[in-house]
């Protein structure tokens, strides 16, 4: 078959680049296709194919302004030719699930999350203000959301990454999904032995949704050692002032992460998570994950034996659930269980499932 991929945006090696890495796998000569491309930020095997750019990406200003051009993604991803492809599988959290696919091509589409800016956490890239920008935010915010539903009907079936997604699918575009988790680590992956250092571990961008406000002020509370490796939207402000038992780490190396991840006493995932790698990740080297009580981490982390769940998003609950988290041993066993259930092998046999449904 000939195969196109959309994907919303190529600007760095995230979650759903990984995702995106894997379906590659499974299309090795598939064209891609996107809103946005910033080569040398991707692996080898994303940039080592044919990449297809809309309108927006000669827009001037892109490199740090991108995401201010929301407004016109719509229009942009159904600017995109596909006649003459055979399957289109998007990968979508904005609008690449918005592509209009050819009349007889069937269109899977793999859902990190209905577009979060205009739905469930509008308010939270969104705070209120004063002024036209309120104005004009509500009414762009308003015919994003109506084309968002009605263009969920150019998708013949949905996957959700997460149940959480899948509620959310279910919510918004009134649409079942099957559930296929993301790819997260190599089934022959064994968790190492190594000796716990005392500082904890945060590895996230920097964006509103994400907390790290919240991590920020519990650790200058309670002095303890703090990691953070990552960097983006709210980067001036976060990083501005931070106290001596917090270090910021930016643009490391994936193995100095990784080293990171093998030696930290905790790893804190304070987000409202559609699914999340990182909590995988971290467990993948037996560490344990202190994590908000809500969203995707209820399908990673087992409470008491990988983690532990704070049940409010306030400093309060955070630090006694480190508390909780010290006072308590974590094994081994538990991580290797936990960890199974999110492999790279898993996700691609669950996918070539569905697509062999299609052809």
Known sequence: MKVAIIHDWLTGMRGGEVVLDHLLQIFPSADLFTLFYSKGKLNARIENRKIFTAFTDRLPFKKKYYRSYLPFFPMAIESFDLRGYDLVFSSSHCVAKGIIPPPLAPHISYIHSPMRYVWDMYYEYFPQSSGLKP????????????????????????????????????????????????????????????????????????????????????????????????????????????????????????????????????????????FGITPVEAQSYGTPVIAYGKGGALETVIPRKTGVFFPNQTVESLLAAIEESESLSFKKEDFARSIARFTNEKFINEIRTIVDRHK
């Open 135 to 274: 104005f004009l935010l509500h009414y762009f915010s308003h015919k994003l959301r109506q084309w968002d539903s009605v263009s969920s009907n150019r998708v013949d079936e949905f996957i959700a990454n997460s149940h959480f997604v899948a509620q959310r699918i279910k919510k918004y575009y009134r649409r079942d999904s099957k559930v296929i988790h993301p790819p997260c680590l190599s089934a022959s992956h064994k968790i190492p032995k190594t000796e716990k250092k005392d500082f904890y571990l945060v590895v996230s961008a920097f964006a509103p949704y994400k907390r790290i406000d919240l991590v920020i002020e519990a650790f200058r509370k309670n002095g303890r050692k703090l990691v953070l490796v990552g960097g983006g939207q709210r980067e001036a402000k976060l990083v501005r002032n931070l106290p001596s038992n917090i270090e910021w780490k930016q643009g490391i190396s994936r193995e100095e992460v990784q080293n990171l991840y093998k030696s930290a006493k905790g790893f804190v995932f304070p987000g409202l998570e559609d």
